[in-house]
Structures are given as structure tokens and as C-alpha cells.
């Protein structure tokens, strides 16, 4: 950073809360500078420590929870940076430039709107971007590894192409973009192989940056829009750097997050969300990625287990189960044909790719087309049932789903493993299941549930236990035929369930 910018990093503003310490710097006799950062990442809804589990088993640090739901951060050293990329429950990534816990806004929207703007020439920004730098550069090795050997050949000068902290600003970035919804962000894709040609088409001259400032806004009692936030703080952005803005096309997204009165200024490190990861051929209700990898941990999968997806829409679940639990085995089924179809385009997919990187291309899955009422597997067979059910709105109807649910749990329980199978069902008709669980008294019994945010809609992962009652001998083997009547009335009488 300038001299000019490190003097006003310094400075703070009298009714600013000093931001809270998010990087240190070290040295490595052997590798040389290690920077230690904060790094914050977006998680599904309900599974945020679900996934500060993950880091604490892959990067062995503790993640702490926002206050903000769907965020966690942790600490990690620039010489392991890699790691971050592993996670597989995390949405986006970024590193945080600072992070107020209780950041004073002013009553005015106007001397808000001129606070804002103020703080960007007040930052610690050079770790930060130093990081950026550092991802960008192992996301070119990897792409190069993906190459064949002419593209290798290449890449070995290229790395140096990616400016250092201290040349980026001297270089031009964003403007702020934001979404009109306050309490929504708004996405655009980046086209990444235009900005790749973009940087390399401007190699031999000084290498224009540019950037954009998205601003993801959640309370009400500020006075000010996420557009409004977004635009005066990514204008002092850069009047600061001098970068240029790009909406699409940037090299460098700003983040400012707001929630009630916690502020977090961060630079992301991805440029898409990594939930699109396996899935290649999409349905109308395809679950993200990391949804179903956080089901998938609430069921521990263990070794040789048979794990059965009945209704596998595209196979997001069993495909991501056999990337990350490869020791278990994943049978796939949907009585939609067109379901089943994309489902084996998935698996083929992801087959190409691991083939295409030298990786054994085998998975351990099945794809099967079936009755999901009469499936074609022995009793007692299967170790665990994940399941994304109806909801009732975009795929079935509520109405059916009073018969769908109880015959879809008796069948569940006659091929699931008595006293150690287990079940993770996802559905948003909260009442229709609750019903027809209390009718399953004998077979299920209901263990833990984790509300989730899926698609707008509070929805809830259900974790059952299989009961050690041998299917067959109990009263709720029997399917009894409920008339419209009836399902009429358990619609009136029935509260919904929160």
C-alpha cells in the first residue's frame, strides 16, 4: 500500500467503532511472509455448525458463527489457503478486510451514506488483497492442471502476470452494484474466461483491475437502501484505488454486509457459489450442493453402508454422497423418467470430468426407475434413507401429500434396517409430515429436526431413527385408504407446525 494510504488506514473516524483485528502478518524462514486472515463463508441456513465442524476437521481451526445466519468465519495462514477450497458445506468464500460488531450508524440517511464513504480510505485493505492475489494465482495452477501440455508449457510465466498487492493499487476498479431488494443479493455470474482474455490482452501494458461492490443488507432500522449503501461506498472504493467498476466483468468483488449493526467489509475468493459443483443437467427443485452434503452429515455414513435416495429428482444427493463418503454405496430412484434421465447425465458427467483430471472415474451409485410406494428392495436391507419429499408447491400438491407421506414412511420402513437404520427427510409441508409421523409411532421415531432456508421457504431436515419393530407386526403396516373426507378434515384440525 502508498504511504498515503497507510497513514489513512490509521486514521479513525471519532463515532466509528475500531474495526475488530482480522489479519497478522509472520515470518517463515523457509517460505517467506505468512499473512494469518480471516476468512468468512456462506453456509446453508441451519447448518452453520454443521459446517464449522468441517473446518475444524479439514483445516483445524474453530469457526465461529455469525450473528447473522449463514456465515461463519475462521482463521487461516496464507501458506494454507489451498484448504479453504476443500470445504464442501460452504457456499462463497471471502476474506474479511475488517469487521465492526457494533458499528454506530448515523440517524440521517445523508450522514450515513458520507460515513460510509469516508471508511473506505480507512481500511487495512494490503492483507486482503494480498490474499486475493494469492487465490487467483491457485486458481490459475488449477485450471492449468485441467489443461493439456500445450496450454503447461504457458502457464508456467503466468502467475507473475497476477499483480501484487502494492500494484493493485495503483490500478483502476469497481463501481458498487447492489440488489434493489434490500434484503436480497443480487447475483451476476462473471464471464471468468473473458476476464482471464481481458488480463491477458492488456499483459504488456499496466494491467487495468476492476471491480464491483455488492452490498447485502438485513435489518430495519437503517435508513439507508442495500443500492444506496452499495453505490456511495463503492464510488469512495474507487476514488481510493482508482480502479475501474465493471458490473460483469470484474477481476475483484468488495463486499459489505450488513446485518442490523454488525458491518463486515470483505473481498470474495470465489467467483461462483460452489453449490453448483456436481450438477450439470438441472430439474425444476434441484437441492444446492451443500444442503445435501450437510444432510449427509447428520446421517454419518460409515463404511459398506447402503444408502437409498427414492426420490433422487437429479441426484444431488447420492452424487455428492459418493464424491465426499465414497466408502458407502448410493442407490438412486424417482418414478419420473425424465428425473432418472438426468440423474445418469449427472453421474456421467461428473464420470468425464474425474476421467478427463487421471482421477478413477468409477462412483458407487445405481440408478434405478421405480414405484416409490413398491420399491424393488429386500426388506431390512438399507442402513440409511435421504430423501429431498414434495413440498407441495413446484412438484405434487398438498392435497396429495396426505397420502403420499404415510405410504412413503411405511415403505421407508419396511427395507430400512430395524434399530440402527436411520432416515433424513427434507419438507416444508411441516404439517402433512408431522401427521404422518404420529401414524408411524411404531416404525419411526424422530430424533432431531434443523430448519433451513430452501429456496425462500422454511423447510426442516428431519433425522429418524429406525425403531427395533420388525416390520409386519405392527399396526401401521397396514395402509388404510383415507377418504377425501377425512383428509379434509386433518386439514381444519391440524395447527401448522413451526
Not at 453456509?43 to 461463519?72: L, Q
Not at 469487521?99 to 458520507?114: I, R
Not at 444432510?295 to 433422487?312: F, G, H, N, T, V
Request: glycine fraction near 6%; proline fraction near 4%; charged fraction near 30%.
Amino acid at each position: 500500500m502508498s504511504s498515503q494510504a497507510e497513514e489513512a488506514a490509521e486514521q479513525t473516524a471519532d463515532t466509528v467503532e475500531a474495526p475488530i483485528s482480522s489479519s497478522s502478518t509472520e515470518t517463515d524462514p523457509t517460505s517467506g511472509t505468512i499473512i494469518t486472515v480471516t476468512v468468512g463463508a456462506t453456509v446453508p441456513t441451519g447448518f452453520e455448525h454443521t459446517a464449522a465442524e468441517e473446518v475444524k476437521e479439514k483445516i483445524g481451526v474453530d469457526a465461529r458463527v455469525s450473528k447473522d445466519r449463514g456465515r461463519i468465519y475462521f482463521p487461516i495462514t496464507t501458506d494454507k489457503l489451498f484448504q479453504v477450497h476443500l470445504l464442501r458445506s460452504v457456499d462463497n468464500l471471502f476474506v474479511v478486510v475488517a469487521e465492526y460488531d457494533h458499528y454506530q450508524f448515523k440517524e440521517s440517511k445523508e450522514e450515513t451514506l458520507n460515513e460510509l464513504q469516508e471508511l473506505a480510505s480507512k481500511l487495512p485493505w494490503t492483507n486482503a488483497l494480498e490474499v486475493w492475489r494469492l487465490n487467483r494465482t491457485l486458481k490459475k495452477k488449477k485450471g492449468h492442471r485441467k489443461a493439456g501440455n500445450a496450454t503447461r508449457a504457458k502457464s508456467i510465466a503466468e502467475p507473475s502476470e497476477v499483480p501484487s498487492a502494492a500494484e493493485i493499487e495503483q490500478h483502476e476498479l469497481p463501481q458498487v452494484t447492489s440488489p434493489d431488494d434490500d434484503d436480497a443479493k443480487a447475483e451476476v455470474t462473471p464471464d471468468s474466461e473473458t476476464r482471464q482474455q481481458d488480463l491477458e490482452d492488456a499483459a504488456p501494458e499496466v494491467k487495468l483491475i476492476k471491480f464491483r461492490v455488492t452490498c447485502n443488507r438485513a435489518g430495519d432500522k437503517h435508513s439507508f437502501s442495500s443500492n444506496e449503501a452499495a453505490r456511495d461506498f463503492g464510488g469512495a472504493v474507487q476514488e481510493f484505488f482508482q480502479w475501474k467498476a465493471d458490473m460483469t466483468k470484474f477481476d475483484i468483488e468488495v463486499l459489505l454486509n450488513i446485518h442490523n449493526d454488525e458491518v463486515v467489509i470483505g473481498i470474495a475468493l470465489t467467483e461462483e457459489s460452489l453449490h453448483r459443483r456436481n450438477i450439470s443437467h438441472f430439474g425444476p427443485t434441484t437441492l444446492r450442493s451443500t444442503l445435501c452434503y450437510g444432510m449427509l452429515r447428520l446421517c454419518k455414513p460409515q463404511e459398506s453402508d447402503i444408502i437409498l435416495d427414492p426420490m433422487c429428482g437429479t441426484g444431488a444427493i447420492p452424487l455428492e454422497g459418493a464424491i465426499e463418503f465414497s466408502e458407502s454405496f448410493y442407490i438412486a430412484g424417482d418414478n419420473n423418467d425424465m428425473a432418472v434421465n438426468r440423474t445418469v447425465n449427472n453421474i456421467c458427467h461428473i464420470q468425464k470430468r474425474r476421467a478427463d483430471k487421471d482421477s478413477p472415474s468409477a462412483l458407487p451409485i445405481d440408478t434405478v426407475q421405480w414405484d416409490l410406494s413398491n420399491l424393488p428392495i429386500r426388506t431390512s436391507s438399507v442402513d440409511i434413507i435421504i430423501t429431498d419429499m414434495p413440498f407441495g408447491k413446484r412438484m405434487g400438491s398438498r392435497k396429495k401429500n396426505w397420502d403420499l407421506y404415510p405410504s412413503c414412511l411405511r415403505e421407508m420402513a419396511r427395507v430400512c434396517r430395524p434399530g440402527s437404520g436411520k432416515a433424513v427427510l427434507l419438507t416444508q409441508d411441516k404439517k402433512c409430515f408431522a401427521k404422518a409421523i404420529s401414524r408411524m409411532g411404531g416404525l419411526w421415531r424422530k430424533l432431531h429436526t434443523v430448519w433451513v432456508n430452501v429456496g425462500g421457504l422454511h423447510a426442516g431436515v428431519y433425522l429418524l431413527k429406525r425403531t427395533g419393530a420388525v416390520f409386519g407386526q405392527t399396526s401401521e403396516d397396514v395402509h388404510e385408504s383415507r377418504g377425501r373426507g377425512d383428509a379434509q378434515k386433518d386439514e381444519r384440525d391440524d395447527k401448522e407446525l413451526c
